[in-house]
């Protein structure tokens, strides 16, 4: 870590026309801080200034949007020692009396949480970093949407990051502070709500509408009844899918301003469903960002926010817990049973039948009933194969996932069976299952744009700081 004097005057009195009623200009504190990445780990440099804080919170910072993604993206997983490992960038530019909250441990109810502050001209910067990846069951009450309010999951953790910070504010003695926030993905939906919070009530927390600093990066969908917020930043790219959830057919959007990074030429290649082999083929090139909107409004037409949270979400969280519990082995063994499965399944012509009937009316019990019974009828098939791929109480969890999967997922597949499109003549077409294989075909490059490091490299090439290298 060092100083660096010479280049920051410039461009922090461009970014922070607030600066000039400090009595002398802060320096600029650079060094490098580890990026942890999809499959690896990358050094990248940070820069950091006390004059970030001089402005208002509502006024756009392209300096402090970057180094607040630099905090973020360190919060990646747990530690013996927490604080010693999550406070590392903290304390180089110079914050002190750290706490963590639930960095050593993950749950479907954690929040991993870190707390530090830094005085300034005698008023205390607040910082509070919430973790948003590497953070196994944590993630899976993302999946809580409820059916009422903001969604059940974020919700109870912002509830959670906002006693903390109270506690950490009254604990502290202090009576008068700004407040930090960054988050990323999951921990970028949370920082999103506690912003709300923040803002519905700042004498609670010591502090004022332009005190408050709060920078989210790749934010799902979080809150029920959305506010334009100046003082909450939401960076996305809208070629993640991640910034498509949940649906904002659900009534779902996010607090504060919008900043969409990505690049809306984006495209990929969609897909079809034909009768003959391969069974998927190209359709056309489209727009990806265009192309998740598309799916965001499908499932919502298909399944209601009620049906969901009374069918699927406990199910699906249920199942991710499991997963993320399961040791090297038995993932193993459960990957090779559903690859079986899958080729069972592929060749029962009843199953088959089953489902055209599904096609022709997706409101009928009896015949997702009918699908639920066949597949069972496979996974017991398998099973008699291979045998339990895990002990009993895990198989038969998963196996009773059938039924609610499937009530929930055959809707979406049947409003999803023949949608007529451009082709790319301009003629009309009708296309079988669109979006279900476009996205099946297309997952990875899909969700390779959540990746941080892509995410990382576009807030560099927008700020000046980078740009001087």
Not at 93 to 108: M, P, V
Not at 197 to 224: M, Q
């Amino acid at each position: 870590m060092k100083a660096i004097l010479n280049k920051s005057d410039q461009a922090i009195q461009s970014a922070a026309p607030a600066a000039s009623a400090r009595k002398t200009q802060a320096k600029v504190i650079t060094g490098e801080f580890i990026m942890y990445t999809y499959d690896s780990t990358e050094s990248k440099t940070y820069y950091y200034s006390d004059d970030y804080f001089s402005q208002s919170g509502k006024i756009e910072n392209e300096h402090l949007r970057t180094m607040s993604a630099a905090v973020a993206l360190t919060m990646v997983g747990v530690s013996k020692n927490p604080s010693e490992r999550f406070g590392k960038l903290p304390r180089e530019i110079g914050f002190s009396d750290i706490a963590a909250y639930e960095l050593d441990k993950t749950g479907h109810d954690t929040v991993g949480l870190l707390i530090a502050r830094r005085d300034i001209d005698g008023t205390p910067v607040i910082l509070a970093a919430i973790r948003g990846d590497g953070y196994g069951n944590e993630w899976t009450s993302s999946l809580a949407a409820g059916v009422q309010g903001d969604p059940d999951g974020f919700a109870a953790s912002a509830e959670k990051v906002a006693r903390r910070v109270r506690e950490y504010i009254r604990d502290n003695n202090i009576e008068k502070a700004k407040i930090w926030v960054t988050g990323f993905s999951r921990g970028g939906g949370v920082a999103n709500l506690f912003g709300a919070a923040l803002n519905e009530d700042p004498k609670g927390f010591r502090t004022t509408e332009n005190d408050i600093y709060v920078y989210t990066f790749e934010a799902p969908n979080v809150s029920s009844s959305p506010k334009a917020y100046a003082n909450v930043r939401n960076i996305i790219n809208s070629g993640d899918a991640v910034t498509h959830l949940l649906p904002e057919g659900w009534g779902f959007g996010r607090n504060g301003v919008v900043l969409d990074i990505g690049d809306p030429g984006e495209t990929i290649m969609t897909k079809q469903l034909t009768a003959l082999e391969p069974y998927i083929e190209d359709f056309k090139s489209a727009s990806l960002p265009g192309f998740l909107a598309e799916c965001s409004d499908l499932i919502a037409r298909a399944v209601s926010r009620e049906k969901y949270a009374d069918g699927f979400q406990d199910t699906a969280g249920r199942l991710m817990c499991l997963y993320e519990n399961l040791a090297g082995a038995e993932r193993k063994a459960l990957s090779a049973f559903f690859a079986r499965l899958a080729e069972n399944i592929k060749s029962d012509e009843k199953l088959a039948d089953a489902l055209g009937e599904v096609f022709e009316d997706a409101a009928s019990g009896q015949t997702a009933d009918d699908v639920t019974g066949l597949i069972l009828r496979n996974f017991e098939k398998t099973t008699r194969e291979l045998g339990k791929p895990v002990n009993d109480e895990k198989y038969e969890l998963i196996k009773n996932s059938a039924e609610p999967i499937v009530k929930t997922v055959m809707p979406v597949i049947n409003e999803d069976l023949m949608t007529e499109l451009a082709g790319e003549s301009g003629e009309p077409e009708e296309v079988v299952l669109y979006h279900v294989a476009s996205f099946a075909a297309n997952a990875g490059e899909i969700f390779s744009h959540h990746f941080n490091n892509r995410m990382f490299s576009k807030l560099e090439k927008l700020d000046s700081f980078y740009g001087q290298n």
